[in-house]
């Protein structure tokens, strides 16, 4: 069965730093072949893209909330993305996600243009 698991959650202090994983299984397709991104979510409010990358990971994106701290990548030999999380605020406290697109080669933050999804890992930074 298609597998997108993520580890690296847990609780931090304000300026801490972790590092999300997110290894997938199960595909049929080559994972080079599939655009990624993670995304977040706070209980009562909608899912929120954080950063996006392309399939051989040459481009990336972010939001504004997270760009200069956060930096996404992959290693597509070892099926895995990877969020490294730096000075990290309360704000940054959610269950974070990783997703999979078939589609396009850089696909948008919008969760619908997304195919697969983990079961997210909760960060939480508390001050």
């Known amino acids: 069965a298609v597998r997108l698991m993520e580890s690296g959650g847990g609780s931090v202090q304000v300026g801490g730093s972790l590092r999300l994983s997110c290894t997938a299984s199960?595909?049929?397709?080559?994972?080079?072949?599939?655009?990624m991104a993670w995304f977040r979510q706070i209980p009562g409010k909608e899912r929120e893209g954080v950063s996006r990358?392309?399939?051989?990971?040459?481009?990336?994106d972010y939001a504004d909330s997270v760009k200069g701290r956060f930096t996404i990548s992959r290693d597509n030999t070892k099926k895995r993305l990877y969020l490294q999380m730096n000075s990290l605020e309360p704000e940054d406290s959610a269950i974070y996600y990783c997703?999979?697109?078939?589609?396009?080669?850089?696909?948008?933050?919008?969760?619908?243009?997304?195919?697969?999804w983990g079961q997210g890992t909760q960060v939480t930074v508390s001050s």
């Open positions: 199960g595909f049929s397709l080559p994972f080079e072949i599939l655009s």
């Open positions: 997703a999979a697109s078939k589609g396009l080669i850089l696909t948008p933050l919008g969760e619908s243009d997304y195919n697969y």
């Open positions: 990358i392309s399939r051989s990971g040459e481009i990336t």
